[in-house]
Nanobody
Framework: QVQLVESGGGLVQAGGSLRLTCAAS????????MGWYRQAPGKQRELVAR???????DYADSVKGRFTVSRDEAKNTVYLQMNSVKPEDTDVYYC??????????????WGRGTQVTVSS
């Protein structure tokens, strides 16, 4: 069983910064990738940023240059540093982890989501 604990969401003014954290725990052999998705009501969940075991990163075009994803492999934790936030960044943000777990299978896990609200 793998648990994801997200933190760091909240209310921030446009132009400000916010840092999201997601820590994975449980029976994990290894983690292939960790990242963040977001979803607005009535819309599909979309990738915000992710980072692989090798350190490769992917970003949504809308956040490039403003958001930075990073990870602490020793702590199985992923971070999303959000700078120069905009009202359109308002969404529920979900942590995503792709992990190898017992017996030796790859599974995808989702956090419960953390609300980010950017005021104009």
């Amino acid at each position: 069983q793998v648990q994801l604990v997200e933190s760091g969401g909240g209310l921030v003014q446009a132009g400000g910064s916010l840092r999201l954290t997601c820590a994975a725990s449980g029976s994990i052999f290894s983690i292939s990738a960790m990242g963040w998705y977001r979803q607005a009501p009535g819309k599909q969940r979309e990738l915000v940023a992710r980072i692989t075991h090798g350190g490769s990163t992917d970003y949504a075009d809308s956040v490039k240059g403003r958001f930075t994803v990073s990870r602490d492999e020793a702590k199985n934790t992923v971070y999303l540093q959000m700078n120069s936030v905009k009202p359109e960044d308002t969404d529920v943000y979900y942590c995503n982890v792709v992990a190898v777990v017992p017996p030796v299978i790859t599974k995808v896990y989702w956090g419960r989501g953390t609300q980010v609200t950017v005021s104009s």
